[in-house]
């Protein structure tokens, strides 16, 4: 079968959440691939939106956090206060995994989703945080979605809105963040994931069709490329999870 | 806060009273969920300015106050529709212009924020934002702080933990409370005297409201005392935190009311297009806001089939098979 | 914290596993509400010695612990069961007898001290009291506290407001986090996962649960999944904050659980005449407890007839007109 | 009507209750003082427990603030976090009255309900300060409860709970305890104010029957009774809602 970046992202995605994992989702491809889990390989995860929507049993797929949606079938419908509180929470936070985009990221994994040029005077405003800044600072593990594309790889943020590592190495505890940190980066053509010493982001994996050359042409920076191994396209039976169960109506799949 | 037992109003008189021109307002709601739009709407007519503005995380309410022309400063996490619009087009506009200040903090942030204003603590403490340029950049300039008795002088501190390690925490950051004038926030019922139920998720609704010093309940239904009362555990809002409280369905639209309609996805999407070009923004703030004298007649221009396609389904509530695109 | 889908096991074994001597236990109720008594008594049962017990303001539980022996250390802010014993009898001798070592603080400091092991802050902020002794005398040694890596270094701890003069609050007294071992709380329905439903008041069992690393639910009926998610709003602790789901009716007797049982006056009455006295003490501790296997057992030593009594009403979820002098 | 003494300081406290006050009750003699307003000159003040019941609409005596009769019918089942928040919140809290009794006051209306002797091995241990230290804190206004005895007003406490005016004049500003402060202490036999500058306790009010001199033998300091007037005692419908609505057991009024 064949499939688009979109589909492959989702199911390289869904294959990094364990089973028993509480999921926190954003809105777009990161709600899918928590949902794709669920059905492909984690069916005791928790879809966990922070909006306070705790284990949410999707029927159709939200269009924001924010969305009715995502209260069906619930264990609890929390605050907003509650919702993070399960991040920030260490007994609960360490089985947090969160999924999370952004508009630019830097070679520590740090993301910007705020602005781009001077922030008080910017050329071009995005959202803001929303929780993006609690997600990178609270959880154990977050996985981050990238489009493969050399202004959004930069070797120094406009912002910084998201904690990766910082400034590499032990920067996290220097700040007096939690543990944890960015685990795997996912784009259109690749994974990246980051040196357990020195922090920094290195190429992990290309894939079918791609090689690494092609990859570091499409980065502000340069990354080791030397641990890359090829990553496995999507089978049916994940595309057909993915296409029928997760987003029949393409919202996020998109044509 | 008002201990009174009849508070029921109209929009027109509730908006006039309690907003005034450089009021800090704070609204409920999130991203296209429960934003109180008739009353959004209806500031709007009353030609409000000059507005200090905090949200959590709009949304179609923050938008469309800013594309009214209302906003000054707005204090937010997030201000987006999720796919609709990842960010608000009127409010990145604005901000991009310059016409705008904003002060910037996460989703976590602002909800301590809200919760240690209803709290009546100076600040609370959060873990979350160290090392990053919500900490080390700030959006409002030290004199407007000063200048303006309702704000605090710094966006945030850096605190070291006074009980050493304890919870591994070697520091935190506090963040300052929020004290709005008045918040208004709309909800599924309320009875006259204010006693509010929301269903579903509550979002920070209720922080924000009891942070404020007046609260304006606009709300779906309005249902008697002894109804909301024999079921104490499922209310949120006692009656004495609220100063007015104003009927009006569909007081949500075009964002979802959980269990009474759902966001309308062409109204949103059609918004997005208006919202994008000046002209077609302006006549449709004449023609849907201006030109109409209420929410009622906001509603009567709306294709009545819609409405009819976005009412929620009793075991959902939301609109199941909804065309989304 | 246990993402799993099936913890429905004994109260014996739940007991067993998770409440070890020295344990830092914290329980859930109020004073003559929802204490988790079943669990109590079988912390009895079994002999737990050298327990650092949290408690906010109870009550028969805290009461039955210290008599039974279980009880070093307490944390608490008010230990009373009402007009039945404006201070707990067992309590009393303890503490005078310095047999059991107490750190005292307010209500809503020990509030804030669960809610922040809940949020997972060092510490949360509080306005009350400040210049009395609960802040200027401790309860607990400093060699104890360091001795403990469980406890903090301080009892509390004051902050000017780095906020200036925000929020009128020249100044704060900071509490710290409470993290017990393990939480138990009574309540009236959870499913096998341990999703929870407390009818009335909750108190701050919620905040407790999530403050634990371990978290014991007993409950008056077991009810499936799909009933709780009817509803989700109505629900307070997700399946997976909970390690153990024990089914246990009349769990919180002799305190009252509403909906289902008002507190036994008789019981009671009776307990405070048996607590006064060292030997009619030990002969209840010996029938009631120790010579019962079980919950069960316990329950079948009640009189029916009393039983039947202080059954709750539908309306107003107590015993209408019980005789409770 | 003859009347007892307890009987005359509900109706005394009732009487300080004015409509639209929100009233927060402990166990006790001060829930029928708060019963007893809304029957007689305040049917708009709200019954408050810092249990977290807001407005309930009692039809029976509750025996502890954690009585399930604290429920019926309320406009709220919050939690203790948010009970307290209402009285922290300076908008809220300055339309609170709080009633408070204690083992223990000072000529400053401070009060103890922890111990007797020294706190670290006390000779008599009391339960502890509940909710009063935070209501004595935070609220505009408190009514104490006191038996007239020697023992109980004493230039000194053994442990101060709940401040009142900690050591008088600006004391409670230096200490940087919001504003309030205790109103009247009410007694079986008087009932005493605060000097609006020095903050010391002054006699008020003496019950019929009762002198200056009687009430100054049963107190363990001196205090100025030059601003002393009568109380009028209870008349027959306030002693008939207290007896017939509030508690017809007898359950705190007592045989």
């Known amino acids: ?16 959440i364990k089973d028993g994992d509480i999921v926190f989702c954003g809105t777009g491809i990161s709600m899918l691939a928590a949902m794709a889990a669920k059905h492909i390989s984690a069916p005791n995860s928790v879809i966990f939106f922070e909006t306070g929507a705790i284990d949410a049993q999707l029927e159709e797929v939200p269009m924001a956090v924010g969305d009715p949606r995502v209260m069906l079938g619930a264990a609890v419908h929390g605050s907003l206060a509650d919702a993070f509180a399960f991040m920030q929470n260490r007994t609960t936070g360490e089985h947090v995994v969160g999924i999370l985009g952004a508009a630019q990221i830097d070679p520590y994994g740090n993301l910007n989703s705020t602005s781009l040029g001077d922030y008080n005077a910017p050329r071009v405003r995005f959202s803001g945080s929303g929780g993006a800044c609690d997600v990178g600072s609270f959880v154990g593990r977050t996985i981050l979605f990238m489009q493969q594309e050399t202004r959004k790889f930069v070797p120094r943020l406009d912002y910084l809105t998201c904690p990766g590592f910082l400034d590499g190495g032990n920067g996290r505890e220097r700040a007096g963040l939690p543990h944890g940190g960015p685990e795997v980066v996912i784009t259109n053509m690749a994974t990246f994931r980051f040196d357990a010493d020195t922090r920094h982001m290195y190429l992990a994996g290309c894939y079918p069709g791609v090689t690494p050359d092609q990859v570091l042409e499409r980065m502000g920076f340069a990354v080791p490329v030397d641990r890359a191994r090829p990553v496995l396209p999507p089978d049916d039976r994940e595309l057909g999870i993915l296409r029928n169960k997760c987003d029949p109506q393409r919202l996020i799949l998109g044509d | 806060m008002n201990p009174g037992s009849e508070k029921v109003i109209s929009m027109r008189e509730a908006v006039d009273r309690f907003v005034p021109d450089g009021a800090h307002l704070s609204i409920g709601g999130f991203t296209v969920n429960r934003n109180p739009m008739a009353a959004v709407y209806e500031i709007i007519r009353q030609k409000k300015t000059g507005l200090h503005l905090y949200a959590h995380s709009n949304g179609q309410g ?17 201000a987006g529709s999720g796919r609709f619009a990842p960010t608000c087009v009127r409010f990145r506009k604005a901000v991009q212009s310059g016409r705008l200040q904003v002060e910037d903090y996460s989703n976590y942030q602002m909800t301590m924020r809200f919760a240690a204003g209803a709290m009546g603590v100076p600040f609370l403490p959060v873990r979350s934002g160290m090392g990053t340029d919500l900490v080390n950049r700030w959006g409002f300039t030290p004199e407007m702080r000063q200048s303006d008795e309702r704000l605090p002088d710094l966006k945030l501190a850096a605190l070291d933990n006074p009980f050493g390690n304890w919870a591994d925490a070697p520091n935190v950051l506090l963040v300052p409370a929020i004290r709005p004038d008045v918040t208004i926030i709309h909800v599924q019922s309320a009875d006259r005297a204010g006693t509010v139920r929301i269903e579903g998720l509550p979002f920070t609704d209720i922080e924000q409201a009891k942070a404020a010093r007046r609260v304006i309940v606009t709300c779906e239904e309005l249902v008697p005392t002894e109804t909301l009362r024999e079921h104490p555990e499922y209310n949120q809002l006692p009656f004495f935190c609220v100063d007015a409280v104003v009927h009006v369905p569909h007081g949500a639209f075009p964002t979802a009311c959980y269990r009474h309609y759902d966001y309308d996805p062409a109204f949103l999407n059609q918004y997005r297009e208006w919202a994008l070009d000046e002209e077609r923004h302006a006549r449709y703030l004449q023609r849907y806001i201006k030109d109409t004298p209420d929410h009622q007649a906001f509603m009567a221009l709306q294709d009545p089939a819609q409405l009819g396609r976005i009412k929620a389904d009793p075991r959902t509530g939301y609109a199941v098979g909804l065309d989304r695109r």
Request: net charge negative.
């Open chain 1, 1 to 16: 079968m064949t499939y688009s970046a979109r589909e492959m992202m989702a199911v390289v995605a869904a294959r990094e």
């Open chain 2, 62 to 78: 923050v938008d469309e106050l800013i594309g009214g022309g209302c906003v000054a400063r707005l204090e937010i996490a997030y």
